[in-house]
């Protein structure tokens, strides 16, 4: 077996480690070495996802339990510094997003190119695979995408919350001209925001409960902001595209009667399973109404609207924690302010 990892490369690396629900320790792990087609990644920059702490504070999703010490950790950036057998090695060096999902790349919805719903994907910091608050990651070449120097290493992390904004504009048919409501201004409506004013939206309503987040994403250019608690819908502009990145029940019912004869609604909050949806409503409009599972070959292009500055990731990043404060960044007393927290390995 060739190793192209260099003897510069030390043995161990810190990591933090979920032990438990609420506990997480910086724990010493063996630094993992690229196989075929593999790259090793020093991190720089992880950004703290909904997800992370979920699992943190109720050890599961749904149907994936924490059932042992779990790195997590999902939004990625770094370097390469390191290439298995068959990578150039002229990737060593290079600044890269790292897009977690591995998919088998076999089955029919691999072959078809919607690998995100492959049933064998792979995900970091989903169980029981680790994921990325440590010092060095290995990934497959061809899921590290090269980033040039216009985006730092705080947004190559962020290029995958901006997939999930942009594939969910992607799903919605946001176009020139569209008039778009978002619901919820958290990181990921704040994303589809830019990316939607990046595809030429018309007009772009933001609603979300909290004052905050109402300010900034005027500051991110929207046309108009709601407090849903105190505007009725029967006031609202129509509009042509509706994403609702809050998970919120009387968000995405109130957000459907917003919707013009052939509109489409793409849910892509989580959080109620179960919503009464109007379904004459929907019937007598042909509204197209469907979800999003992460995303699918967004990357290239994500880091493209990234790199020309038309989406910015940096201004989204509130603080910044080392290994040693995951738990800070994890914690419920965290504060509301924060709207994206990066984790700094280094
Ligand atoms: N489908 C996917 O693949 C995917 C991927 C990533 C995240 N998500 C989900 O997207 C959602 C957004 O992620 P985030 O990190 O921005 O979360 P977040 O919790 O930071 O943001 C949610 C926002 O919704 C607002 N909100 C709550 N109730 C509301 C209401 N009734 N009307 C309007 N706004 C309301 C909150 O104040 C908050 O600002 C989460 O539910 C997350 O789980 C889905
Ligand atoms: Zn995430
Ligand atoms: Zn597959």
């Not at 029981?128 to 440590?134: E, K, L, N, R, S």
Request: proline share 7%; hydrophobic share 40%; with cysteine.
């Amino acid at each position: 077996v060739s190793d192209n990892a260099g003897p510069s490369l030390p043995k161990t690396m810190r990591a933090s480690v979920l032990l438990e629900v609420g506990k997480v320790a910086v724990l010493e792990r063996p630094v993992p070495r690229p196989g075929p087609g593999e790259v090793l990644v020093r991190i720089s920059s992880v950004g703290v996802c909904g997800s992370d702490v979920h699992y943190y504070q109720h050890g599961r999703i749904g149907d994936y339990v924490v059932d042992g010490p779990l790195v997590l950790g999902h939004e990625a950036g770094g370097r390469i510094v390191a290439v298995g057998p068959g990578v150039s090695a002229a990737r060593v060096d290079e600044r890269v997003a790292v897009e977690p999902g591995l998919p088998c790349r076999r089955c029919e919805l691999c072959r078809s190119g919607r690998y995100n719903l492959c049933r064998d994907v792979r995900f970091l910091a989903t169980p029981p695979i680790d994921g990325a608050f440590c010092e060095f990651l290995v990934v497959a070449a061809d899921f590290a995408f090269a980033v040039p120097d216009s985006v730092s290493d705080d947004a190559a992390a962020l290029i995958e919350p901006l997939s999930v904004g942009l594939w969910a504009c992607q799903k919605a048919g946001v176009g020139a001209g569209s008039r778009v409501l978002v619901t919820g201004a958290g990181p990921i409506g704040l994303i589809v925001l830019q990316v939607a004013r990046a595809l030429g939206a018309g007009w772009i309503r933001v609603s979300d409960i909290d004052q905050q987040r109402r300010e900034t994403a005027l500051r991110y250019g929207a046309s108009e902001v709601v407090d849903p608690t105190i505007v009725g819908e029967s006031e609202q502009t129509p509009v042509d595209c509706f994403i609702d990145c809050s998970g919120a029940a009387a968000a995405v019912k109130a957000g459907i009667r917003e919707v013009s004869p052939g509109g489409s609604v793409v849910l892509v909050g989580m959080g109620s399973d179960e919503v009464i949806l109007p379904i004459p409503f929907i019937q007598n409009r042909e509204l197209t109404v469907t979800g999003t599972f992460r995303y699918a070959n967004t990357y290239p292009a994500a880091v493209s609207l990234a790199a020309s500055g038309v989406v910015d990731l940096d201004g989204l990043v509130t603080r910044h924690v080392d290994l040693d404060h995951v738990a800070d960044a994890l914690s419920p007393e965290r504060s509301s302010k924060d709207i994206k927290i990066i984790v700094r390995p280094a």
